[in-house]
């Protein structure tokens, strides 16, 4: 795992004004940016399958 950003894929900088989240500066970084995108989105599409069933039986009901 990438011990720069303990495999978060990135850092969270604490600021004054609030927290900043900058991408991980290693070049040994192995997080799989791609994979958590993809892994987002299927979260995403869940929920929105979700909600649509939901309403769906409210509306049959
Ligand atoms: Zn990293």
């Keep these: 795992m ?3 950003c303990n495999g ?7 600021h004054s004004w609030g927290a ?6 290693s070049s ?3 997080y799989d940016r791609e994979q958590a995108i993809r892994e987002e ?5 869940r929920f929105r399958s979700e909600i ?3 309403q ?4 049959a009901v």
């Design 56 to 59: 769906f039986q409210e509306g």
């Design 2 to 4: 990438c011990t720069t």
């Design 52 to 54: 649509y069933a939901r």
């Design 41 to 45: 989105k299927e979260a995403i599409k």
């Design 20 to 25: 900043q989240f900058l991408p991980c500066p």
């Design 28 to 30: 040994d970084c192995d």
């Design 8 to 14: 978060t894929g990135g850092l969270t900088i604490e």
